[in-house]
């Protein structure tokens, strides 16, 4: 094996595959390819990727049909790419459990980036669309306790472990989805701006002069809509999350 792992690549255009081949080569990773959805869910299945490169069109199956299967056993970083804009492709692929989203054309360091970017977030130790036991929640005070478990109102994050529950019940959430929750808590109530919940999700790929583009923050928007309805927050009183117009998020007060 590769210093970084084991990718895998599912594209059909032979070129292109060839290309992301060649980047992911370049990055130390040990590469695999397939040219269909299917093949590409088994060779997944069979390889146990660190990252997934998948493409919206495919042959058989589509990217985003691809996309949920991979969910149900694995937790490999997934790339979508497409030469499609649509905002509704954005917004499939981040509901189905994407990390990112590519548009083609796109540069090979930019690629590059965004997947060494992504490797330097601590993936979660249960398989996405597996059976998560419930959990219970220590007993220091909820405002508190362990710098490795942060607290509010009912909700804790084992930052170790990458688990979430709500009152001892277990709650799944993605990687971006937990990494937004953390930023989040560890502000203690303070606003945070769209751009800084970006580059929170996005490992550091955007420096502070970065210009964050419009599809970035309507990704962040998209997760917090994920976190709001796994968490069953009442949009008309908000337990955890509370959205300050034109800004960006903030928790709700202590209960």
Not at 105 to 117: G, H, L, N, Q, S
Request: aromatic share 4%; net charge negative.
């Amino acid at each position: 094996m590769s210093d970084l792992g084991v990718a895998v690549v599912i594209e059909d255009d032979a070129d292109m595959r060839n290309l992301i081949e060649g980047v992911l080569l370049q990055s130390g990773f040990e590469v695999h390819t397939a040219s269909r959805g299917r093949e590409g869910v088994e060779l997944v299945r069979d390889t146990s990727p660190d990252v997934v490169t998948l493409d919206v069109g495919l042959p058989d199956i589509d990217g985003f049909e691809v996309l949920r299967r991979i969910r149900r056993f694995s937790n490999a970083y997934i790339v979508m790419l497409t030469g499609r804009t649509e905002e509704t492709d954005l917004l499939s692929a981040l509901h189905g459990g994407a990390d990112d989203y590519i548009t083609k054309p796109f540069r090979p360091r930019e690629m590059r980036a965004r997947i060494a970017a992504m490797m330097r977030r601590q993936r979660p130790q249960t398989p996405v669309g597996a059976p998560t036991a419930p959990q219970l929640e220590p007993s220091p005070p909820e405002e508190g306790g362990s710098e490795s478990v942060l607290r509010h109102n009912g909700l804790a994050l084992d930052c170790r472990s990458r688990t979430a529950s709500v009152s001892g019940t277990a709650v799944e959430l993605t990687r971006s989805e937990f990494d937004l929750m953390q930023e989040l808590l560890r502000g203690e109530g303070a606003v945070l701006t769209r751009a800084e919940l970006v580059r929170a999700v996005r490992g550091g790929y955007y420096d502070q002069d970065a210009l964050i583009g419009d599809s970035d923050e309507r990704a962040v928007e998209v997760h917090i809509a994920n976190i709001r309805r796994k968490l069953r927050d009442d949009p008309d009183s908000p337990r955890w999350l509370l959205t300050v117009r034109g800004v960006g998020y903030r928790l709700a007060k202590p209960r």
